[in-house]
């Protein structure tokens, strides 16, 4: 397994190991042919809120988004104007800090989870399966974790984001109780904290 400061840095590597690639590799137009592949699949997917149902895929294929976009980017040198590439450049860099700031501010030592989300509860309902994912929101100035729910495609490695919820902050390192159920309109789920008397959220199909 890779060392966890080697997982937090993948996003910096995007930057030099894409102009590598935009200066010395060959196979330019093949390239650019599957980049506009892989960036169709990509847009369809967020479109139809599709992610993979192992956490792992969906982040390496939003580095290679990133990836393909940086390489791209890379283009711009053969204007050769550098008084309009370094501008462009540094906006570029401050837009891509931005992207990535949960993942900056989380640092090395959160380098396995940025990977992938842990699962804190699933359901089964008739041959459906459901999954709540909770996500580590590593902020100085608002920390808290975000829960996802979703629903897997069939038997397919997919699955449907039905609702997400951000926790309010205090909540972070709050152990919640999942209440699961099934209404007329698909899946609930009851979000309780020990000692309160009624849920602080619900999440699930038509709410």
């Known amino acids: 397994m890779l060392p966890a400061v080697l997982l937090w840095a993948a996003p910096f590597l995007i930057i030099p190991v894409s102009f590598i690639f935009f200066r010395f590799l060959p196979f330019h137009k093949a390239r650019y042919l599957s980049y506009g592949v892989l960036l169709l699949a990509a847009f369809f997917l967020n479109l139809f809120r ?6 792992l895929f ?5 580095l290679v988004v990133n990836f393909i976009g940086a390489e791209f980017f890379w283009n711009l040198l053969r204007l050769k104007k550098m008084k309009v590439f370094i501008p462009l450049l540094i906006l570029a860099l401050g837009l891509y800090g931005f992207q990535f700031k ?4 989380s640092g090395p030592s959160h380098g396995y989870e940025l990977w992938k989300d842990a699962v804190a509860t699933t ?13 580590d929101l590593f902020n100085t100035k608002r920390p808290g974790r975000l ?5 897997q495609i069939g038997s397919s490695p997919f699955e ?10 205090g909540f972070r390192k709050t152990d919640f109780l999942y209440t699961w159920s099934t209404t007329p309109q698909g899946v609930r789920l009851d979000l309780h904290v020990p000692g309160f008397d009624r849920q602080i959220w619900t999440m699930g199909e038509g709410f």
Request: aromatic residues 14%.
């Open 50 to 55: 599709f992610t993979f149902h192992n956490d």
């Open 58 to 62: 969906d982040t390496i294929l939003r």
């Open 102 to 105: 949960r993942w900056i501010v």
């Open 123 to 135: 359901y089964r309902a008739k041959s459906a399966v459901y999954s709540l994912k909770e996500r």
């Open 147 to 151: 829960l996802i729910l979703s629903k």
């Open 160 to 169: 449907r984001e039905i609702s997400r919820y951000r926790t309010p902050p």
